[in-house]
């Protein structure tokens, strides 16, 4: 059966699930506009993802997806965290706020959440996706057995074999362009960074599974051109940051206009290497090398990013934004995400047409 209707979907376009961006809203407008809308619910507890996945099902009865956050549950290291506040202590002294002295572990991981498992297991959403690693066996186990579609990011060709040989149903192949978190499965270890096309091909031709293309797509005739490389659909994010249903703040989405030409792999943000528009922190990260500086761990990181943010756009600047974004960010276009799902579709049939 084809991944389109083992999900139950008719389009191959995918929104990407985005953490803090993509709403339930979103998702009801791709997933009613015949794709798959996504929402990212690792970044709260259990009850904020059932609230998230209640409020998508007022809105429709189509398939949707959610996704959570699979790293390696954090290690505790309170001399690092200390250390990585004492580094950022003079940006914070320039809004005349303290730093703080230690850090928090903002969330945690479906590798050891049993109350998110609890609370997916009641709530059955009918695609759920990993990102950051794979959870334990009885926990793909127990998701499949109520007929949950189960998707995984892979940015190699070990990685997707992993999530093969965890049983789920298709492979979303990262490339190193895509905007936001990347889903290497060990952020300390060694990363080929291969592009979008590059992974696609690999993949398509080496696991046995359907692969989803991630990573620098923008319009239908990049859709086209992921699926004649033998991607099943492609799941775009940066795409969907400005559309009308999403969260994204004002700041983010000019950053996307302003800053986009110049994203950059950063991981003193939250802890883990992340694509973001040029900011205060793409530019301290030469400094962070040049100092020898350890970034506190994941997701504690993002504890002082998002204080210092907020204390920066208390005094109405923005350069501290976690304005996450993928390379093709100059090309996100403003529009309603179902408008952008029917524009897409349009540009795919046109590109088509121009090939005959
Ligand atoms: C703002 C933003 C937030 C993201 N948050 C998540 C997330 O919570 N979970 C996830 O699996 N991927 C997340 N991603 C990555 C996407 O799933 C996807 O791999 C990426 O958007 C594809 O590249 P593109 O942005 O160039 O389209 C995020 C991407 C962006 C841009």
Not at 73 to 89: E, N
Not at 178 to 191: K, S, V
Not at 203 to 211: A, R
Request: hydrophobic share 45%; charged share 20%.
């Amino acid at each position: 059966m084809s991944l389109l209707k083992r999900i139950g979907i008719t389009h191959p376009i995918i929104q990407a699930p985005m953490a803090g961006t993509a709403t339930p809203a979103m998702a009801v407008a791709v997933s009613n506009a015949g794709g798959l809308g996504s929402v990212g619910i690792g970044a709260g507890d259990a009850e904020a993802g059932r609230k998230v996945i209640r409020a998508i099902r007022e809105g429709t009865d189509k398939p949707f997806n959610v996704n959570l956050f699979v790293h390696e549950p954090f290690v505790s290291d309170t001399a690092r965290d200390a250390a990585w506040c004492k580094y950022l202590a003079p940006e914070f002294d320039k809004y005349g706020v303290a730093a703080p002295s230690g850090l928090r572990t903002i969330y945690g991981t479906l590798k050891t959440d049993k109350d998110m498992l609890a609370m997916l297991l009641e709530e059955k959403p009918p695609v759920v996706s990993f990102h950051f690693g794979l959870p334990p066996p009885e926990v793909t186990k127990a998701l499949k057995n109520y007929g949950a579609v189960l998707l995984a990011s892979a940015t190699s060709l070990e990685e997707a074999k992993a999530c093969e040989a965890a049983g789920v149903d298709a492979v979303v192949a990262q490339g190193y362009e895509a905007g936001g978190h990347r889903g290497i499965f060990n952020p300390n270890g060694p990363d080929d960074q291969l592009s979008t096309a590059s992974l696609v091909s690999l993949l398509t031709k080496s696991i046995g599974v359907p692969v989803i293309a991630a990573g620098g797509i923008m319009d239908g005739a990049g859709i086209n051109a992921y699926l004649a490389l033998g991607a099943a659909a492609a799941q775009l994010g940066t795409a969907f940051i400005d559309t009308t249903e999403s969260a994204a703040p004002p700041a983010h989405r000019k950053a996307l206009k302003e800053g986009g030409q110049h994203t950059r792999l950063v991981a003193a943000i939250s802890g883990r290497p992340a694509r973001s528009v040029e900011s205060n922190w793409t530019r301290l990260l030469d400094q962070i090398e040049k100092d020898g500086v350890q970034i506190a761990g994941y997701p504690n990181a993002y504890d002082l990013a998002k204080q210092l943010h907020g204390a920066a756009s208390a005094k109405g600047d923005q350069a501290w934004g976690p304005f996450w974004a993928g390379q093709g960010a100059p090309l996100a276009r403003q529009m309603g995400a179902a408008e952008l799902v029917e524009t897409l579709l349009k540009e795919m049939k046109e590109v088509s047409r121009a090939k005959l």
